[in-house]
């Protein structure tokens, strides 16, 4: 086995950008009023008369669930692979927490930086946009997982989250662009940045027999699966003007994420030899409705809409995993181990025209003057923004986040691509034992039982083992 | 094995469905006065004057967490079988998908349909109702497990979720009954009519020794346990009223599912064998105490009261599974694979009546004249009852419940037994093979070693193995 | 096999303990305003307005939080032992249950009781204060971890929940102290109480090499340790001051914990061989930060301040499982399962001097005169209390509960030691056949193939085996 020379690469990097993170924080983020001990006199003095009306109670449910979903959804959705358990949820544990502190400062320059005193103000909201943040890089990690270090995953984190905090700030704040549950931010861009870069670290000589799955770790899969799933409502609307838009947003998710489930399956038994269901778009293809629905979730879509929504996507995602995979590593050597282009490429760029056309189709009639000013923003800068106008801009943000994606995940690439980062050899891809201390006897006893009946079987040809 | 022609049978019957379901919405569902966008002017014409005064920040982290024990809870208690994990967790996933989408229409049509323009309203309590509904389906899930194929169930949730809104609309809109955990709406009515539905499928020659776990799939099966565990106090309190009823909601069911733990390790202990703990006891009977609260939940119980409730049914649920379910099947030939006799059948009836008791015993100097009015809803055509008839009405909506349920499974019984639904043959019952693409190459290694091992062994009776 | 006679022992103690608990409420339990039917009738006379301003929307989805972190948490993460962990789980679940009963009836005597009718009564709040003390007692479980019988561990649980509400009463009550997240109440009082207790039952020829993992049993670990990860924020937060107290609280916990995964991943590079990453570091190592912070979460610490506490804490408490452990064995003999003194012990001891400095440094100008009221209690008994003698008093308070866990610890770890409660054998340990019906057939296939091939291996010592 290649030896990586992890021992200083990866403490160094992470004590090194751990106290960046610490200095960076020292001279820059501070507690918004929200959140200090100032708080009860500063209400006071807004007229603010209830304790509950701090946007902590709004939100923290929201983010909590948020908070699982990045953590445990992502984590154990890429458990699928029979011996990158620790590797998946591990390394997504690590730069998921990377990815979360360097948000709040990017994000914080771009959003919610106090001119008055030139510090970042946080508060609830800051750790939800952040957890944001590291879902788009998680979302990369699913197209390069398995085949790369810990150190190029912590360079990755590093360039997308900043990269990340540009984007939003061009879609969101200069074009005025709605992306409450980040169809755009988080799912296109990190779908095509990694894609870019899987395509980027190509390797042709890859066995992808070891890109496979087994029975316990397809159902380990499911955790993942089910909580992205059950918490997507939450993701979709945890930014959401407080009220009626978070309620929106939860209905709309809710049934788009239903119809998902029913469109993946009825592909997978379609496609797959006797009708039988294949996990991979269980796990995969049900959670396409959600991704599609990460920019409309809180306009009003209607409950139809979002089922039309959900079904189209659970369909074409799956398909996507059957027929438009293969050919994309075979034509265009992407080896897209999670499947990403499938979950978050094509059905966030669904989100994102859907988004589109139901911006464009709003109307007063259905949302009321004040709703509809509130619901898309149109103040300051936005305040003569009619509707059809709205849904170009929103069409305008779709194509710059496709643009710095695939721009940024180049460079990105060719940085992860220079020879010292300790990238595992082909014949080490999907392995934990590159980077993990791996317990040892009774694995060992499987794998030696599993190699010994290969080999006993291999002289007979009829079922009965020969001895 | 048995072709079951699910290629053409499972898409079709999905996407024709979903078809359904899309139009039916359409015509009928449009979002309530809370989730509309339009709220902010309706609510200054209420003079509502806070945000947080929206249905939504009442309701939603309770919602999320039966939305948890819908799909990670009941999906993953049933993953115990050893070669079932997929089924379990994947048509839980699927049943569940579609049930919710009906039971927004079924319990739409029966509860808020708004007379005036045709139009069902739906908010975030809709969605906890649509998961009660599922979760009942789930219940009956339980008892066919590994007998039926996912076309089955699907045929099973259409008509399972038409009748509990038929149920659930005559015991709680014409009985004025309460049920706010849904004892008797989910639990007896999920039981009664699944039991009811394997008697009617009953298999002769099954081979019940495929109905067994392995080491592994009991640990999957506690993530179901647990999260049902945790979460069932917010099940119990999710649709009661908002303030007092919601937070003694919970305590009540805190308190009674702690009791169920300690009963049904108890009497575990005391049936096996050397006092060993038997892992379905406390998969299952621990859950027994919340089951066993869904009607008096929200009702003034007292802490003591529930600790009784819940010792009681974790005692009487864990002798069900060790002495009632064998004597069912033999017997009254009922193949109950979960045994939701022993966790849903027999505690909610206990349930029901620990309800109908509570409610009889209330009076106005424990609950206020104001008190009980709210939390038994004496008002309009009930305004004039008493407690004890209230406890009377109470008793008469189990009986309801209990003939709705039986009637209702046998028809659904004989529906299910047409030879075209593709169900599995009896030696493939239990197996994911027939329904799933399951891995194959070392789960293959492990299950031919096995095979080796008792092959090898049987030449010899000592212990060492000869060769 | 010894005959650990566990059943008549243990069943007999589940059902008096549980007895005992029924009458125990009866006579002293009674919901608290806000959990009672009354309520509406009280809160007008209060002249509270909203129905939201009841301290259940408040409190429950922290609540909820750290009801998960007490079951799933605590349990799965001790699921690491390659053959205990249905004892894990499973004894997780029962003491809990059993702690949660007993802690509502001493944290009430001593906190909640209305000596107007000698009723304790209980609301939202008491159940988090139940669930910390049962946290307290499943630390202490991870110090015995496989080498005790549930009688053991009920036994334990009983005193230990006496004496922490008794530590909890002096240190909170008496000496004035701040403790909302328990680094002290909670994590070093549980520690030092079972690291004393597994001192006194040290076992000389305890086979270590049990206690190991293997692959998948170090996934189900990873459950446990990222919900812990997760919900720490709300852990530390949830019984502290409505409104910005509760934030920062989620705040400061949120950026202590991200820091602490990458200096615990650090230091397990930097000392393994090859770089290589240890699991039993990832399961740990990242919680330290969460720990730390138990006391000054919701201090003013800063963000940066909860970074240095986290990074700090993930780097000595990983260099605790590396070099502390096995010093602790072999020459203090505190066979020490789950490594509670790394994990709950040191960054316990850490977090009580953090939070002592930051109270000890707290200014008017930071919190404001009113603020700092709040945040530090300075009223009735301690309204002439300055920042600095605050900062003593915290000191003292750890200085108490060392002294108390300790001495408590030896006590009930002599009366653990009587020999008459079923323990395992050495040869037991670790193991859950002794106390567990396990499923026999497929891993009785695992294990006879894994002696086999061991057996099969020997005669040769080159790769290839021969048979």
């Known amino acids: 086995m290649k030896d990586t020379l992890m021992r200083w690469k990866l403490p160094l990097i992470c004590f090194i950008w751990q106290l960046a993170m ?31 009306e701090n946007d902590f109670y709004f939100r923290y449910p929201s983010f909590q669930d948020v908070h699982v979903m990045v953590f445990v959804g992502f984590g154990f959705l890429m458990t699928f692979l029979k011996r990158y358990g620790f590797g998946s949820v591990g390394f997504n544990f690590l730069i998921a927490s990377f990815s979360i502190q360097w948000a709040l400062l990017m994000q914080g320059w771009f959003h919610s930086l106090d001119y008055s005193d030139g510090k970042i103000k946080i508060g609830v909201e800051s750790l939800i946009n952040a957890d944001f943040s590291a879902a788009s890089v998680l979302i990369a990690f699913g197209g390069v997982l398995g085949k790369v270090s810990p150190v190029q995953l912590l360079i990755m984190s590093l360039f997308q989250v900043t990269l990340y905090a540009v984007n939003e700030f061009i879609i969101l704040t200069v074009l005025g662009a709605r992306d409450a549950g980040g169809s755009m931010v988080i799912h296109v861009f990190g779908a095509y940045f990694g894609l870019t870069i899987t395509r980027i670290l190509y390797r042709p000589n890859l066995d992808q027999r070891k890109n496979e799955s087994v029975y316990h770790s397809d159902l380990f899969s499911m ?31 809710y049934c788009s994420l239903a119809a998902s489930v029913l469109t993946a399956i009825a592909i997978s038994s379609v496609f797959e030899k006797k009708g039988k269901i294949n996990m991979v778009h269980v796990q995969n293809g049900t959670l396409a409705g959600g ?29 996507g995993f059957i027929f438009l995979s293969p050919l994309l590593e075979k034509y265009l050597k992407i080896q897209d181990t999670c499947g990403i282009h499938n979950l978050h490429g094509i059905p966030g760029v669904i989100g994102a025209i859907v988004g589109a056309i139901t911006a464009a189709a709003a109307t007063e009639g259905v949302y009321s003057r004040e709703g509809l000013i509130d619901a898309f923003g149109f103040v300051d800068g ?21 643009l710095l994606s695939v721009g940024g995940g180049a460079v990105v690439g060719f940085i992860l691509k220079l020879p010292f980062w300790g990238d595992p050899s082909d014949e080490n891809c ?4 590159v980077y993990w ?11 030696s039982v599993h190699y010994e009946n290969n080999q006993l079987k ?3 040809s009829n079922g009965d083992t020969q001895q």
């Not at 939450?234 to 709309?252: E, K, L, M, T």
């Not at 409309?296 to 398909?319: C, D, F, K, Q, R």
């Not at 003569?384 to 170009?392: A, I």
């Open 22 to 52: 610490i200095i960076l924080f020292g001279v820059f983020i501070r507690y918004d009023d929200e959140s200090s001990a100032r708080w009860n006199v500063i209400r006071r003095t807004r007229n603010i008369t209830s304790v509950l």
């Open 223 to 253: 955790i993942g699966t089910l909580y992205l799933w059950m918490f997507w409502p939450s993701f979709n609307s945890a930014i959401s003007n407080h009220g009626d838009a978070q309620h929106r947003g939860v209905i709309n998710s």
């Open 430 to 433: 999907f392995e934990d034992e």
């Open 458 to 460: 291999k002289p007979t």
């Open 382 to 402: 936005f305040a003569d923004r009619t509707p059809s106008v709205q849904g170009g801009f929103q069409a305008a943000a779709l194509c710059v986040t496709l």
């Open 291 to 319: 991704v599609a629905l990460g920019t409309a979730a809180e306009m009003m879509l209607t409950p139809y809409g979002s089922l039309i929504v959900g079904a189209l996507s659970g369909t074409i995602s799956t398909l």
């Open 437 to 447: 201390e791996v317990p040892t006897e009774e694995e060992a006893a499987l794998h």
